[in-house]
């Protein structure tokens, strides 16, 4: 079964700041998904990779595969962020659905 | 486009009650999954589907049955609610085959918040 760990699992900063969150996994996976959770409970995808880097407006994802370790970043924090963000592993099952196995979050707090 | 979307968003049962939990789906998704989010616990599959007719197991199971009849439905059934039950559930749903870029990547749907007492 593959474990997957977050840090840290509260994050509390000011508007501006850079932000990083951390993913481990403990087995191979197809691919690693990072998540957002806002308070309502909406889940929304922001990134799925199986290697390198990838940018979306300010936030950057990037995978290392050989250390088994990913890492969220949010350059130029806002308020608007705060939200839970969950890293989850893609594990090939036998019917070829990758059902996911996610980590237990990082609660992230923007303050203004 | 509606995405995923679930029905109902709240419900309270009583221990021993039954009850259906809808997903529908309008992206021509192939597979569709079943999830339940605890306190402290994160996200767990508790079924999945990777095609209309077809359903498998996931991580915890035991409790729940589901059937995939139509492809942009996948139902969630509690046949005898029990208090562990209470939880939020999520369904969600992605392509196969879908341009490179996509991969498989989930599309969530709101939630069931679901308390049995």
């Known amino acids: 079964k593959n474990e997957v760990e977050q840090s840290p699992q509260n994050l509390t900063a000011q508007e501006g700041e850079f932000i990083t969150i951390n993913c481990s996994y403990s087995v191979g996976i197809s691919a690693l998904h990072w998540l957002q959770q806002h308070p309502g409970g909406g889940i929304v995808s922001l990134f799925m990779?199986?290697?390198g880097k990838k940018k979306h407006g300010r936030l950057i994802a990037t995978i290392n595969i050989q250390e088994k370790h990913s890492s969220l970043h949010i350059t130029a924090s806002h308020p608007r962020d705060s939200a839970v963000y969950i890293c989850?592993?893609?594990?090939?099952?036998?019917?070829?659905?990758?059902?996911?196995?996610f980590g237990k979050g990082t609660h992230l707090i923007i303050q203004p | 486009n509606a995405g995923v979307t679930q029905t109902p968003k709240f419900r309270v049962l009583k221990t021993g009650q039954s009850m259906t939990l809808l997903c529908a789906q309008d992206?021509?998704?192939?597979?569709m999954y079943w999830y339940r989010q605890d306190p402290g616990m994160g996200l767990r599959l508790i079924h999945y589907?990777?095609?209309?007719?077809?359903?498998a197991k996931g991580e915890v199971p035991d409790g729940y049955n589901v059937s995939r009849l139509k492809k942009q439905n996948f139902l969630l059934g509690l046949e005898s609610a029990a208090p562990s039950q209470t939880s939020v559930y999520f369904c969600?749903?992605?392509?196969?085959?879908?341009?490179?870029?996509?991969?498989?990547?989930?599309?969530f749907g709101p939630g069931t918040r679901l308390t049995v007492t």
């Open positions: 990779l199986s290697s």
């Open positions: 989850a592993v893609s594990v090939p099952s036998g019917g070829g659905a990758d059902g996911l196995t």
């Open positions: 992206m021509n998704h192939e597979y």
């Open positions: 589907s990777v095609g209309e007719g077809t359903t």
């Open positions: 969600a749903s992605s392509w196969l085959g879908g341009p490179v870029t996509r991969g498989y990547e989930q599309y």
